[in-house]
């Protein structure tokens, strides 16, 4: 793919480009000059061991965290220098399903739905209630408004999650962690939610994720981070064949790969 020499400007292929970022918490530096492009309308998975700066780029990427230096730039607009007022707005173009998905346990499902509609949307009472049995539909749980989350499963609170994503019609779908906790059927069943989100809404969706079951199940681009960088990035079938010691490490510990190398 043919990259631009202008790095900040509008590309057809990446909405996101993350260029040189920086960030140190207490003298120790987290990420380090990590460059990274995530793909327009596709499933961009980041992949990566505990503590090594997966979870510090999300929340870069969402504006909740400022780099030290470097640049984030959405469809051209850089959005490090932006302020919390044009950070709000431009998060409406967002949507995030949270690593639990981070529902009010107080509130019904219909409830947890409209929240962000309530908040940010002039939407009537009508057009909310049309909103979340559309989204419901879309996530395969249709006259579950009444429910509370203590009386679903864990696979139905991240649909319920995703579904509260999916109401502001997001162009850009974050996606933290959605397979912890989760038995192998409900992670099928998540992983095909996320395939079938991506493909019937055309979002960009980035994952952020240490289960290379699923992300060799629905990525369309993978990117290893390590040490705060970058240190691979491709198509499932590149990263199998990678030589990288630390990708083909990853893979082995993560029961990918065989310990004679076979995938």
Do not use: W
Not at 146 to 160: A, N
Not at 241 to 260: H, T
Request: glycine share 10%.
């Amino acid at each position: 793919m043919t990259e631009t020499t202008d790095i900040g400007a509008k590309h057809p292929a990446y909405q996101i480009r993350i260029h040189n970022l920086v960030k140190s918490f207490n003298g120790q530096r987290v990420i380090d000059n990590l460059c990274l492009d995530i793909e327009r309308g596709r499933i961009n998975i980041i992949i990566g061991g505990s503590g090594q700066g997966k979870s510090v780029t999300m929340k870069h990427l969402m504006g909740l965290v400022k780099p030290d230096s470097g640049n984030i730039f959405v469809d051209g607009q850089d959005i490090v220098p932006l302020s919390e007022y044009q950070l709000n707005t431009l998060r409406k173009r967002f949507g995030m399903v949270f690593q639990y998905a981070a529902l009010f346990d107080s509130m019904s499902v219909f409830d947890n739905i409209a929240f962000p509609l309530r908040e940010h949307t002039k939407k009537t009472k009508g057009e909310i209630k049309d909103i979340i049995e559309k989204v419901l539909e879309a996530v395969s749980l249709p006259g579950i408004e009444r429910k509370f989350p203590s009386e679903l499963s864990g696979g139905m609170q991240k649909r319920v999650g995703l579904a509260r994503a999916l109401v502001m019609e997001p162009e850009i779908l974050f996606y933290d962690e959605p397979t912890t906790g989760l038995d192998p059927i409900a992670t099928h069943n998540v992983d095909a939610l996320i395939a079938e989100t991506n493909e019937r809404f055309g979002v960009t969706s980035v994952v952020i994720s240490h289960d290379m079951a699923s992300t060799f199940r629905i990525a369309h681009r993978i990117a290893m981070i390590y040490g705060g960088k970058i240190v691979e990035k491709g198509t499932p079938e590149e990263f199998r064949a990678s030589e990288n010691p630390k990708v083909k490490d990853f893979l082995r510990f993560s029961g990918i790969l065989g310990m004679g190398g076979a995938v």
